[in-house]
């Protein structure tokens, strides 16, 4: 039945429908037939009976009651075939005008290729069913052209991102070829830079393989938000010896995947010293809300735009670029967390803090013991 085309299943369904209607109708027909039909005959088949007339009294009528013949039944058969037969060609030919406005409607969609996302169909008009499926169709149109975007801002920035270091370790090596003999400061200063650069693409394939491993983890440990933020600020305080930091921590349990949660909530923390003012303060707090652990990472550094806060969870992404080279990084912190913790079923939210910098704002929903639940794949 799936291999019928819809033109097809219409008439097939509309002609059962008929002959079912046929065989009640004729049934009724046979019925009636037999005891309500009258006939008048002058030639009598079965029991008379006389009935005066008022207008002549002297004259008299005869009338008899008789059964239809095979003639007649002959007749009707013929008669409800014919009509079921031209119904059915006439619901053929009626549903293929109806569907008419699909074939246009799915040609004009056969029109659109991987190369044509941002096309929407806008010259099309039918009933409101079809008008629907037209707009939930331009909806999804929208929705594959910004998933390909991402993807292809994400394959630049990756490809930027290699391209960068490589670019910078093959001009040094490059530079120390020219010298007919190079001095011991000359290796060792190009050696420095092929280090830094080596260890800035371990860090960002590391990141990448975090970003592809987002998927299928198990989300079944039992977690102390406030233990595990105490946990990151004491190894993130070796890396900025000259912040200030502002820590509130009360006892929050909820149900996560341990290691990939801390990898979110780390980023957090780092994005807040990497982008922090000289002598800043970093607030780090925990709290219990209805039904939610909620996490807050404020720090008095750069701040976001308005405008670059609406891409700041996209990978890749940097407000100034030239200020985020000299920091370091590759814009994939803020994506990883995101990924991470919306699998986990909670939300992370920004907003400026309100005498300078960013204020970065994560709940979680609160551990129950009836809750088992994974990673979306």
């Known amino acids: 039945m799936s291999k019928i085309s819809l033109r097809m299943r219409v008439t097939l369904i509309s002609a059962v429908t008929l002959i079912a209607a046929c065989l009640v109708l004729a049934a009724l027909i046979v019925y009636s037939s037999k005891v309500l039909i009258i006939d008048f005959s002058s030639s009598p088949k079965s ?75 806008d010259d ?38 290699l391209k960068t270091p490589l670019t910078i370790i093959k001009t040094n090596l490059d530079v120390l070829r020219l010298s007919d ?7 060792a200063q190009t050696i420095s830079v092929v280090e830094d650069q080596t260890d800035r693409m371990t860090k960002l394939v590391k990141d990448l ?13 039992t977690v102390r938000l406030d233990l595990l933020m105490g946990q990151i600020v004491d190894e993130c305080k070796a890396l900025a010896p000259d912040i200030h930091w502002q820590i509130s921590l009360s006892p929050c349990t ?14 957090l923390v780092q994005n807040a010293i990497k982008y922090n003012t000289a002598d800043g303060t970093i607030a780090v707090s925990v709290r219990n809300d209805e039904t939610a652990c909620v996490v807050e990472v404020a720090d008095t550094g750069i701040g976001i735009s308005e405008e670059a806060a609406q891409h700041i969870f996209e990978p890749f992404y940097r407000e100034d670029k030239s200020r985020s080279r000299k920091i370091g990084g590759a814009g ?22 309100h005498t300078q910098g960013s204020v970065f704002v994560v709940k979680l929903q609160k551990h129950s013991l009836s809750q088992s639940c994974c990673a979306a794949d």
């Open 209 to 221: 393989f975090a970003m592809t491993a987002l998927e299928g983890y198990e989300i079944s440990d």
């Open 181 to 187: 003999k190079p001095t011991d400061e000359e290796y």
């Open 254 to 267: 909820v149900t996560a995947n341990e290691v990939m949660i801390k990898h979110a909530l780390s980023n």
């Open 332 to 353: 994939l912190g803020l994506a990883i967390a995101y990924d991470i913790i919306t699998d986990h079923g909670g939300t992370i939210t920004y907003h400026p803090n």
């Open 47 to 121: 029991e008379s009976t006389q009935v005066s007339s008022e207008d002549d009294q002297d004259s008299m009528v005869e009338f008899e009651y008789t059964y239809p013949g095979r003639k007649f039944y002959r007749y009707v058969d013929i008669s409800i075939l014919a009509v079921l037969g031209a119904g059915v060609v006439a619901v053929y030919f009626a549903t293929g005008f109806a569907l008419k406005p699909v074939n246009t409607l799915c040609s004009k969609i056969s029109e659109i290729d991987v190369t044509k996302t941002g096309q929407r169909i």
């Open 124 to 161: 099309f008009t039918a009933g409101k069913e079809l008008n629907d499926l037209k707009t939930a169709f331009n909806q999804l149109l929208e929705r594959t052209d910004e998933a390909i975007q991402r993807e292809k801002r994400f394959s630049a920035g990756a490809a930027h991102e």
